[in-house]
Structure formats: C-alpha cells, structure tokens
T-cell receptor
Framework: DQQVKQNSPSLSVQEGRISILNCDYT??????FLWYKKYPAEGPTFLIS?????DKNEDGRFTVFLNKSAKHLSLHIVPSQPGDSAVYFC??????????????FGQGTTLQVKP | DGGITQSPKYLFRKEGQNVTLSCEQN?????MYWYRQDPGQGLRLIYY???????QKGDIAEGYSVSREKKESFPLTVTSAQKNPTAFYLC?????????????FGDGTRLSIL
C-alpha cells in the first residue's frame, strides 16, 4: 500500500527550462510534506517543505505547491540547471507523528537537466 | 563541522553473519532513524529512536536490531534472520526545534552479500 506515489520514474528537461516533479498521496492525515534531493552514493539532502495549512512555499528557484483536495503536490525548479540532475524524493508525515518525525517516502523521480 | 557520519561506506556480509552499521551525529539531535533503500524504491523506515535508551520499530524491522546507549550514536545490526539484506542503508537525525523539522541524512552504507 503505497501512501506516497511518484508516478514518473524519470524526467528530462533542457537547461534553463522549468522542471515539474509530481507527487500524489492517499492518506488525508498527512499534514507536512517535504522534498529531498539525492545524488548517487550520497544521502538525501533536504530541499523544501510545506505545511498543509499552506498551498505554496517558495525558496529561490524551488517552489512547492500543495493541492489538498486532489492530494497532490508538485516541485517546480526554475530555471533548471545541470547541477539539479539527481533523484528527487517526496515525503510526508501524518498528524500525531510530527512529534516522532516519521516520514513516508515516495519512490523517487530521476531528473536529468541537459545542457 | 556538524553532521551525520555513517561507516563503513561499503560492507560485505557472509551468509549467517551479523553485521553492524555505525551512525554517529554531532548535531545534538534527540531523534535518529534508520532507513533502507532498494533500487527503484523509496526509503523505508527500519527503526527510530526519539531519545536515549528508547527506540521503536518502523515498517520493516524484522531481521534488524538497534541500540541507543548514547545520544550521538544509533548503530544498526543486520542479523542473519534478514534474508534479503542487500540494500543501501541510510541513517538520519532530527532536531527538536518545533513540530516540523526535516530529517538530515548521512551518506549511507551499501551492504552486499558475499
């Protein structure tokens, strides 16, 4: 039972264009969402997060949008750079688990930004 | 330089052997976590600990054991009962500043079977 799904295993975009990574979830108790970026043979690094009380959070080139009615969130990267090429994981935590920090991760999407 | 250190980077296990993966953090974080990553899959929680001398099972704890004797250290033992141990293992920690704090990860240990 995959509670957090990233249905696109891979995405390829041209440098300078927008990258849009998508994530769907099924558990309506999720109230905090995060995006992590991972390079090969390294641990994930935290990118950006959003609380369920918001529908948008922006940090530099990265913006996360949350559509609670559709149980969908997306990460926009504008403009995309070759150094953004990595695996991106969506993660979520549920009410009541925020004090434990337990996260449920999606399968990941591999982004390739072509020069 | 604060961070999470996992060692070794690569580890090989023989059949029937227990192996222990090290995770040390100097971030003064109370909570620590162990995840497993398999190809094409997300991270799955093995065990977590919110405080010294306390830990809870995650979603896939069978065949694994942990200890939390010190705040800085959260070693994971992969026992011979874990029949499919080949994976990338990630340790994380989390501070207590507010309800929503992101987890910070080490660089992982890749475990393979000889």
């Amino acid at each position: 039972d995959q509670q957090v799904k990233q249905n696109s295993p891979s995405l390829s975009v041209q440098e300078g264009r927008i990258s849009i990574l998508n994530c769907d979830y099924t558990n309506s108790m999720f109230d905090y969402f995060l995006w992590y970026k991972k390079y090969p043979a390294e641990g994930p690094t935290f990118l950006i997060s959003i609380s369920s009380i918001k529908d948008k959070n922006e940090d530099g080139r990265f913006t996360v949008f949350l559509n609670k009615s559709a149980k969908h969130l997306s990460l926009h990267i504008v403009p995309s750079q070759p150094g953004d090429s990595a695996v991106y994981f969506c993660a979520a935590s549920a009410r009541g688990s925020s004090n434990t920090g337990k996260l449920i991760f999606g399968q990941g999407t591999t982004l390739q930004v072509k020069p | 330089d604060g961070g999470i250190t996992q060692s070794p980077k690569y580890l090989f296990r023989k059949e029937g052997q227990n192996v222990t993966l090290s995770c040390e953090q100097n971030l003064n974080h109370d909570a620590m976590y162990w995840y497993r990553q398999d190809p094409g899959q997300g991270l799955r929680l093995i065990y977590y600990s919110q405080i010294v001398n306390d830990f809870q099972k995650g979603d896939i704890a069978e065949g694994y054991s942990v200890s939390r004797e010190k705040k800085e250290s959260f070693p994971l033992t992969v026992t011979s009962a874990q029949k499919n141990p080949t994976a990338f293992y990630l340790c994380a920690s989390r501070g207590q500043g507010g309800l929503n704090q992101p987890q910070h990860f080490g660089d992982g240990t890749r475990l393979s079977i000889l």
